[in-house]
Nanobody, 130 residues
Framework: LQLQASGGGLVPAGGSLRLSCKASGFTYAYYAIAWIRQAPGKGREWVSCISASGGTTDYADSVKGRFTISRDNANLTVFLQMDSLEVEDTAIYYC????????????????????????WGQGTQVTVSS
């Protein structure tokens, strides 16, 4: 039962990356999936979340208009498309799965607290150079 985050790397400012968060070993359908990041020397910051249905999404103000979250439930994967990357986006990016059940498939979560999530990925490093 795990989440696997991947897709990080080193890119110049203004570039793009697409992160993936793949689930295995659990029923994916009733979980909201969030991306949370932690920059060097800073606390964790909630970045984005997508509801179980995929019909509701939200973003932190710092990434709104530049990042896009989506999910492919058939392949148990959530994506975070990151465009117009800035040096301030440099961080380890984690994904978390939050169980909400069949009655809340359009609900999202906005917490950066890893203990609130039922599953937590290992993180992928994103480095944006100036």
């Amino acid at each position: 039962l795990q989440l696997q985050a991947s897709g990080g790397g080193l890119v110049p400012a203004g570039g793009s990356l697409r992160l993936s968060c793949k689930a295995s070993g659990f029923t994916y359908a009733y979980y909201a999936i969030a991306w949370i990041r932690q920059a060097p020397g800073k606390g964790r910051e909630w970045v984005s979340c997508i509801s179980a249905s995929g019909g509701t999404t939200d973003y932190a103000d710092s990434v709104k208009g530049r990042f896009t979250i989506s999910r492919d439930n058939a392949n148990l994967t959530v994506f975070l498309q990151m465009d117009s990357l800035e040096v301030e986006d440099t961080a380890i990016y984690y994904c978390g799965a939050y169980y909400l059940g069949p009655l809340h498939t359009n609900t999202i979560v906005t917490t950066a607290d890893s203990s609130a999530y039922d599953y937590w990925g290992q993180g992928t490093q994103v480095t944006v150079s100036s």
